[in-house]
T-cell receptor, first 114, second 111 residues
Framework: NAGVTQTPKFQVLKTGQSMTLQCAQD?????MSWYRQDPGMGLRLIHY???????DQGEVPNGYNVSRSTTEDFPLRLLSAAPSQTSVYFC?????????????FGPGTRLTVT | EDKVVQSPLSLVVHEGDTVTLNCSYE??????LLWYKQEKKAPTFLFML????IEKKSGRLSSILDKKELFSILNITATQTGDSAIYLC???????????FGKGTKLSVKP
């Protein structure tokens, strides 16, 4: 198993540009989520999904969209990039939800918005 | 508002020392508390705690949860330079499995 994969690893955007961060898992996990990590802030939940076709907002959803058309993929879209979105983004997945399942994290995407 | 607070935010020790990292929380509908270790990459899972008073151990690391006082500790004995990392505490607060992370404790172990 490849586990959780994310692409790209690094990205530089100009303010106002849009892009999609890709996340895929091959473990048949139902639960997937996106976090951003900023210095001194810990990990903050952006959006999550409890299964294909179902998504919900986390703590900091503004400026981001997600969709979950398949169990494997959970892309994160930045609609109009802003410097405040400069961060490291982690995708995670787990077999189920309810806090009783280990989450597996992808390697992260480092995004810089100028 | 749900929150998870870790202390200290940073810690410098020497090899062989024992350290205790703290995590306190205020959340509704608590389900579990998780500890992660993060080096220069994605967080890796250490422990999941759901019941008070039951110590989880893995080698030199151990952790325990107190659901009455709403905190957990992570102990590392005989620290090594390879233990240098950020240790993250997370609490699952709602039935959908949302995790709320603390800011982390940055541990530096000097030779």
């Amino acid at each position: 198993n490849a586990g959780v994969t994310q692409t790209p690893k690094f990205q530089v955007l100009k303010t106002g540009q849009s892009m999609t961060l890709q996340c895929a898992q091959d473990m048949n996990h139902e639960y997937m989520s996106w976090y951003r990590q900023d210095p001194g802030m810990g990990l903050r939940l952006i959006h999550y999904s409890v299964g294909a076709g179902i998504t919900d907002q986390g703590e900091v959803p503004n400026g981001y969209n997600v969709s979950r058309s398949t169990t494997e993929d959970f892309p994160l879209r930045l609609l109009s990039a802003a410097p405040s979105q400069t961060s490291v983004y982690f995708c995670a997945s787990s077999l189920g939800w309810g806090g009783l399942y280990e989450q597996y994290f992808g390697p992260g995407t480092r995004l810089t918005v100028t | 508002e749900d929150k998870v607070v870790q202390s200290p935010l940073s810690l410098v020790v020497h090899e062989g020392d024992t350290v205790t990292l703290n995590c306190s929380y205020e959340v509704t509908n608590f389900r579990s508390l998780l500890w992660y270790k993060q080096e220069k990459k994605a967080p890796t899972f250490l422990f999941m705690l759901t019941s008070s008073g039951i110590e989880k151990k893995s080698g030199r690391l151990s952790s325990i949860l107190d659901k009455k006082e709403l905190f957990s500790i992570l102990n590392i004995t005989a620290t090594q330079t390879g233990d240098s990392a950020i240790y993250l505490c997370a609490v699952e607060a709602r039935s959908q499995g949302n995790l709320i992370f603390g800011k982390g404790t940055k541990l530096s172990v000097k030779p």
